[in-house]
C-alpha cells in the first residue's frame, strides 16, 4: 500500500479513527447550567478517573502503514516516544493483529505532514490505553484488505487465504503483503472485523525487548539537540531572570557588531541573536542592554503565604455527607509540597527553517499539532504548510507540553532566510520551566468509637497545571470550577468514610506554572495517605487493615482493595521495626490506574535510607509486562527524587537554583536496591500506567519514617528534623 491510495474511502476510515474526546467539553456545558454545583463535582469526578482516548485529527487522514518493498511494515505513530517505551508496545499490538513478525513492523515518528497526530498530543500515560483499540481495528482492517486482494491475485475465494508473517497463501502458492499490495489502486475496504482475544495473542501481554534499544545503544535515534539541516546557524534569546519582568526596549548596537553576528532580531515580545555559531550568538546576547520592568522583589516566605487553604477561590469537589464540626474529637495535619522543577536531561530547543511560505520544525515536542497551529499563526502562514518533525525526546515529564520557541526560532529563520537552531541554556531551563506548582494541604478526620472513620475531608490549594496551558481549552476552568491536573489524586478514595469531603482552592501564582508528570497526584497522595497511616496509628490498627476497611466494595473499590492486599501480603507488611528497618505503606488511583507501595527504610546518619519498594499495580492488560514494570521502576526512582531532594526557591525575585548540583536530585547511591513490582489485570483493556505509580512514594517513605522514628513528616522534601 502507498501513500498514493491514502485518500481512498476516507469515509471508511473515519469509522476506526474517530473517537471522543475535547468534543465532551459540550456536555460539561450543559451542566452550568442544571445543578451547576452537584454536577460540576459529578462531571470532575468522572474526568478524574476517566479513560483519555485517541484524539486524532481525521478531517485529512493520512496514512499510519506503509508497506515497503522488502515487506516491512512502517507504523507512523501519532504520539512520541520519550523513553516510556511505546513504540514497542505499539509494534506488539500491530504485529498481532496484522499477524507479521514484530520483527516486520518499524515504528516512526509521524510528523504533521506524513501522518495523523493526536491533538491531546503525548501526555498523561494515555498513549497505549488510547490506542489500544483504533490502531488493533486498523491493523486487522488492513489484513483483511491484503487477504481480499491476495484472493484476487490468487484466484482463489478469500476464504481460503492464510496468513502467517505476512505472507499470504493459498492452494500451495504464497505472496508476502508487498506483493499483494504492488499495483493496486483500488482498495475494498471491509467492515471492522472482529479483533482477537487474548488467548490468540502472540505479542500482547509478552516481556518483549524493546524495538528501539540496538538504535539507541548506538546512538542512532535523532533527538532535538542532535537535529541538522544544510547551511544552518545558530540562535538565541534574551530572557530575563526576574520573575514577571516584561521587555520595555533593547540597546543592540554593540551586539551588532560582534563576531559571528548575523542579525539581531528584534520583536515587539522579544530581541534574539542570530550568528555562525552557537558561542557566538551567546556572546553577543549578553552584549545587549535590556530595560526590564520588574515588580518588587519576591522570596520563598512570599510563595509560602500565598499558596495557604483559604487564600484564592475555593470549590468543593467531592462532598458526600455532612462537613465535620471543629470539635475536639477532630485530628488535623497540614501538609506542603515545593516548588518542582522538570530537569529533563535535554534543554528544550529547536531547529526551524522558513522558505517562502513554507516552514520546516524539527523538535523534541510532546504538542505537534499546537506547536504547528502556532507557529503558522506567528508567520501568517496556513498549517499545511507548516511541517514539525518530532524527534526523540530527552526527558518530557511534561515540560514540552508547550513548545512556544518554535515560534522565535521560525521568526529568527524567516529574518535571516536560513535554518536556525536555537537551544535554552541550562540556566534558562531551569528559571523558564513550566513547574510543578507548590501545594499546602490541611486534612482532618474524626475516628469512632469503633476506630473507623466517621469523618475526612481535605482542603488543599494549588496553582496551575491544566488550567492557562496550550493543551486545554481556555473555558474549561470556568466550566468545572477546578483544574483537571491540580485535583489528579485529591479525591478521597476512601468512600466507605459516611462524611468525606475535599474541597480545591486556587491561587495565580507569578510565574508558570504546568504539566508536571502525574499533575496534583504525588503532592495530593502524599498529604492524605500520610493522614490516613497517622489514624490508623490513633486508632491502633494495621494500616493495610485500616485501609480495606474503608473502602467499598464496588468495582472501583475492589480493584484497589486488591492491590493494597497484594503489595502487604508480596511485602509481608509489619508495623514491627525489624534490623533497624521500618516498613510504610500507601496507595492511590490515578487514571483508573490503582496503585499501592510498601517501602521499606532505615535511618543512617540521620538520613533517611529507602532499601526496598514493592508496588502493586493493576494496568489492566499489560501489552508489555516488562515494559509495565520498567515504568514502575522509573515512577519510584523519580519519585523518591521528587519527594527527598527537589526543590526550588524564590530568592530576591529569581527563580533558583539554575544548574544541577544545587538542584538536588537522587543519585544511583539513593536508589533502593530492590523493587518488587506485582501487576494485576482487574480490567480487560490496557489502563495508564506511566503517571500512577509516582502517587504513593512520597507517603509510603514518610509513613515508614513515622513507625521507626516517631516523627511525622509533613513537607516534601523529606528531611530528619
Given at each position: ?29 450543559l ?32 496514512l ?52 495523523n497526530?493526536?491533538s ?35 484466484g ?59 538504535a ?71 552584549a545587549i542592554?535590556?530595560?526590564w ?53 535535554e ?53 514540552r ?49 469503633d ?25 474549561l ?20 468514610v ?77 508495623d ?87 538542584y ?14 506485582v501487576?494485576?489485570q ?12 509516582l ?27
Amino acid at each position: 500500500m502507498s501513500k498514493s491510495d491514502n485518500n481512498r474511502k476516507t469515509g471508511s476510515r473515519r469509522r476506526f479513527l474517530i473517537r471522543g474526546g475535547l468534543g465532551t467539553v459540550g456536555v460539561f456545558a450543559l451542566g452550568t447550567y442544571l445543578l451547576r454545583n452537584p454536577i460540576r463535582r459529578s462531571v470532575l469526578g468522572m474526568v478524574n478517573s476517566m479513560d483519555l482516548t485517541y484524539m486524532g485529527e481525521t478531517s485529512n487522514p493520512m496514512l499510519w502503514f506503509e508497506i515497503t518493498k522488502d515487506n516491512v511494515i512502517l507504523l507512523y505513530s501519532p504520539k512520541v516516544e520519550m523513553g516510556q517505551g511505546i513504540f514497542t508496545g505499539l509494534a506488539q499490538m500491530a504485529a498481532d493483529e496484522l499477524e507479521v513478525d514484530i520483527d516486520k513492523i518499524e515504528v516512526v515518528h509521524a510528523s504533521s505532514a506524513s501522518g495523523n497526530i493526536d491533538s491531546f498530543g503525548t501526555g498523561g500515560s494515555t498513549s497505549i490505553a488510547s490506542l489500544w483499540q483504533p490502531l488493533r481495528e486498523m491493523a486487522a482492517t488492513m489484513r483483511e484488505m491484503v487477504k481480499h486482494e491476495a484472493a484476487k491475485k490468487l484466484g482463489v475465494e478469500i476464504k481460503n487465504i492464510s496468513v502467517e508473517n505476512g505472507v499470504v497463501s493459498a492452494n500451495g502458492k504464497s505472496l508476502t503483503y508487498s506483493n499483494v499490495v504492488e499495483g493496486v489502486t483500488d482498495w475494498n475496504i471491509p467492515d471492522v472485523p472482529p479483533l482477537k482475544e487474548f488467548s490468540g495473542f502472540k505479542y500482547i501481554g509478552k516481556p518483549i525487548p524493546r524495538v528501539d534499544l540496538k538504535a539507541k545503544v548506538y546512538g542512532d535515534p535523532v533527538f532535538g539537540m542532535d537535529a541538522q539541516m544544510a547551511n544552518m546557524l545558530y540562535g538565541c534569546v534574551v530572557r530575563p531572570t526576574k520573575i514577571g519582568a516584561k521587555f520595555i526596549s533593547a540597546d543592540t548596537k554593540k551586539a551588532e557588531n560582534m563576531p559571528g553576528v548575523v542579525k539581531i532580531v528584534h520583536e515587539e515580545d522579544f530581541v534574539g541573536v542570530v550568528a555562525t555559531s552557537l558561542i557566538e550568538a551567546e556572546n553577543a546576547k549578553h552584549a545587549i542592554e535590556v530595560v526590564w520592568d520588574a515588580p518588587a522583589s519576591l522570596n520563598t516566605a512570599d510563595i509560602t503565604k500565598i499558596m495557604t487553604v483559604g487564600n484564592g477561590v475555593s470549590s468543593i469537589i467531592q462532598k458526600e455527607g455532612d462537613a465535620l464540626k471543629d470539635e475536639e474529637d477532630v485530628y488535623s495535619l497540614e501538609f506542603r509540597t515545593p516548588i518542582g522543577a522538570h530537569a529533563q536531561i535535554e534543554p528544550n530547543g529547536v531547529l526551524a527553517s522558513v522558505e517562502g511560505d513554507k516552514a520546516i520544525i524539527k523538535i523534541a515536542t510532546q504538542v505537534i499539532g499546537i506547536t504547528r497551529k502556532e507557529v503558522a499563526q506567528r508567520l501568517g502562514f496556513d498549517e499545511e504548510n507548516v511541517n514539525v518533525i518530532p524527534t526523540y525526546l530527552g526527558g518530557g515529564f511534561g515540560r514540552r507540553l508547550h513548545t512556544p520557541h518554535a515560534i522565535q526560532a521560525a521568526v529568527m529563520s524567516k529574518a535571516v532566510g536560513r535554518p536556525v537552531k536555537y537551544f535554552f541554556s541550562r540556566k534558562e531551563e531551569f528559571q523558564h520551566d513550566m513547574f510543578r506548582p507548590p501545594t499546602h494541604h490541611r486534612i482532618k478526620g474524626k475516628l469512632g468509637e469503633d476506630g473507623m472513620l466517621v469523618g475526612l475531608e481535605h482542603h488543599f490549594v494549588s496553582g496551575d497545571v491544566g488550567n492557562n496551558s496550550a493543551l486545554l481549552p481556555a473555558i474549561l476552568p470556568k466550566i468545572l470550577g477546578a483544574d483537571v491536573g491540580a485535583i489528579r489524586g485529591a479525591f478521597i478514595q476512601y468512600t466507605k468514610v459516611p462524611n468525606h469531603r475535599t474541597v480545591y482552592w486556587y491561587v495565580k501564582l507569578p510565574f508558570a506554572t504546568s504539566w508536571w508528570r502525574s499533575l496534583g497526584l504525588l503532592a495530593n497522595t502524599f498529604a492524605i495517605e500520610s493522614f490516613i497511616d497517622e489514624m490508623a496509628l490513633k486508632a491502633n490498627k494495621n494500616p493495610v487493615d485500616f485501609r480495606l476497611a474503608h473502602i467499598n466494595d464496588d468495582e472501583a473499590g475492589t480493584r484497589l482493595k486488591d492491590v493494597i492486599q497484594a503489595a502487604g501480603e508480596k511485602a509481608a507488611y509489619t508495623d514491627d521495626v525489624l534490623n533497624g528497618r521500618a516498613m510504610g505503606f500507601a496507595a492511590s488511583v490515578d487514571a483508573g490506574t490503582p496503585c499501592a507501595h510498601v517501602v521499606e527504610v532505615s535511618i543512617e546518619n540521620n538520613e533517611i535510607k529507602v532499601h526496598k519498594v514493592t508496588v502493586a499495580l493493576d494496568p489492566g492488560i499489560a501489552v508489555n509486562p516488562d515494559q509495565v514494570r520498567a515504568q514502575c521502576e522509573g515512577c519510584v526512582i523519580m519519585g523518591i527524587s521528587a519527594s527527598m531532594f527537589e526543590q526550588m526557591y524564590v530568592e530576591n525575585g529569581e527563580l533558583l537554583p539554575t544548574i544541577y548540583g544545587p538542584y538536588e536530585m537522587a543519585l544511583m547511591k539513593h536508589s533502593p536496591k530492590e523493587i518488587d513490582v506485582v501487576l494485576l489485570q482487574g480490567v480487560n483493556k490496557p489502563g495508564p500506567v506511566g503517571e500512577p505509580p509516582l502517587g504513593p512514594i512520597a507517603a509510603a517513605i514518610g509513613n515508614a519514617v513515622r513507625r521507626l522514628t516517631g516523627e511525622r513528616l509533613t513537607e516534601l522534601p523529606l528531611k530528619l528534623s
